[in-house]
């Protein structure tokens, strides 16, 4: 059962180029994870949101469960920019003077619509999701964007954790200039140093983002399924995948190849995607005669990706 033992993590993001199948096969593994016993939680980060549709049930930005040990949730990237451009504001007000607060207000307004803005967002959501797994949850999957957009989600760990160690080791330097002139004017007296939220805050994040980035590279517990069919932009797009998970040391749980028609056309890409797989698990699915939708339906397409054909 080379699929069983491939996906057999606690942590896994289904992904590939639009329309391939991820949605589907994604919410079929975590209908299985909870039949089987486990706390499973299925995430969506598409902007598409077709993963309500797959199993049929009316969904939101909370977990909500769906059957026994199933919860699902669906992540509108926008909602979430504006939720934590919400919380930064909140966290600062207070912190600052008065006469500040003005402009501190415009420089967040302007960082809630700069490019980026909205993938850092539901990455925030991720490492708390992330921060879940052994805890509320047993497993967590993830029905990604389309690949573009999550290899950038993929990158920010290690992007952010030292862009954080940057914040804080300044924070820290206008602290140690703001002791040594409140010591020179005599206006402080205690040694120690006053406590200070922003780096409260900003040691917190950069821990929690420290920590994604372990889990992100742990081959033990956390796995990249890419999902391609066999045709020429899909087989593409899951090449430029396959380098870019390699350098950010993300681990690559299996290569499924979806819809296998068995046609002679169809050759030269199940070839190319061998390739591009080398030693990692590969997988191969026949093309379903209808379409799959239901608790049901999912189970039996979860046990063919379970017993999945190697390519």
Same mark, same amino acid.
């Given at each position: 059962m080379p699929g ?5 993590r606690d942590?896994?993001f ?9 949605t ?6 975590a209908?299985?994870s ?5 706390r499973?939680l ?15 049930? %009316?969904l $939101?930005?909370?977990p909500?469960e ?12 926008a909602?979430e920019? &504006?939720?934590?451009i919400?919380d930064v504001r ?14 501190v207000?415009r420089q967040?307004?302007?960082a809630?619509v ?5 993938e850092?967002?539901?990455?925030d959501?991720? %490492?708390?999701?992330?921060a879940?797994?052994?805890e509320?949850?047993d497993?967590v999957?993830?029905d990604?964007?389309?690949?573009g957009y999550? =290899?950038r989600l ?6 952010m ?7 804080i080791?300044?924070r ?5 200039l703001a002791?040594?002139?409140r %010591?020179v004017? $005599?206006?402080e007296?205690?040694e120690r140093?006053? &406590?200070?939220p922003i780096? %409260?805050v900003?040691?917190?994040?950069h ?7 372990t889990? =992100? ?15 020429h932009?899909?087989?593409a797009?899951?090449?430029r995948?396959?380098?870019t998970?390699r ?19 169809e050759?030269?890409?199940r070839d190319?995607l061998?390739?591009t797989?080398?030693d ?5 699915l026949e093309?379903?005669?209808v379409e799959?939708?239901g608790?049901g339906?999912?189970?039996?397409l979860?046990?063919?990706l379970?017993d999945?054909?190697p390519?």
């Amino acid at each position: 059962m080379p699929g069983l033992a491939a996906l057999d993590r606690d942590i896994l993001f289904f992904g590939g180029k639009g329309g391939v199948g991820k949605t589907t096969l994604a919410a079929a593994w975590a209908v299985r994870s909870a039949e089987s016993g486990l706390r499973t939680l299925l995430v969506s980060t598409d902007p598409a949101h077709s993963t309500g549709d797959v199993l049929e049930a %009316t969904l $939101g930005s909370e977990p909500q469960e769906v059957t026994d040990r199933l919860w699902v949730q669906e992540i509108d990237p926008a909602e979430e920019a &504006d939720t934590y451009i919400r919380d930064v504001r909140d966290r600062v007000r207070g912190t600052v003077p008065p006469r500040l607060q003005a402009e501190v207000d415009r420089q967040i307004d302007i960082a809630r619509v700069t490019p980026g803005a909205e993938e850092a967002a539901v990455f925030d959501r991720v %490492t708390w999701i992330l921060a879940s797994v052994g805890e509320r949850y047993d497993r967590v999957l993830f029905d990604t964007a389309p690949l573009g957009y999550t =290899l950038r989600l993929l990158s920010l760990p290690e992007t952010m954790a030292t862009w954080m160690a940057g914040l804080i080791g300044r924070r820290r330097h206008v602290n140690a200039l703001a002791r040594m002139w409140r %010591t020179v004017a $005599g206006s402080e007296t205690d040694e120690r140093a006053p &406590d200070d939220p922003i780096l %409260t805050v900003l040691r917190e994040r950069h821990q929690r983002f420290t920590d994604t980035r372990t889990k =992100l590279m742990d081959a033990g517990r956390t796995g990249f399924v890419l999902v391609a069919t066999p045709e020429h932009l899909a087989v593409a797009e899951t090449e430029r995948a396959v380098e870019t998970l390699r350098r950010y040391a993300v681990p690559i749980a299996a290569l499924v190849t979806n819809r296998v028609r068995g046609g002679g056309g169809e050759a030269a890409y199940r070839d190319r995607l061998r390739v591009t797989a080398g030693d990692m698990p590969r997988i191969e699915l026949e093309e379903q005669r209808v379409e799959v939708r239901g608790v049901g339906p999912l189970l039996q397409l979860a046990a063919q990706l379970a017993d999945g054909t190697p390519a």
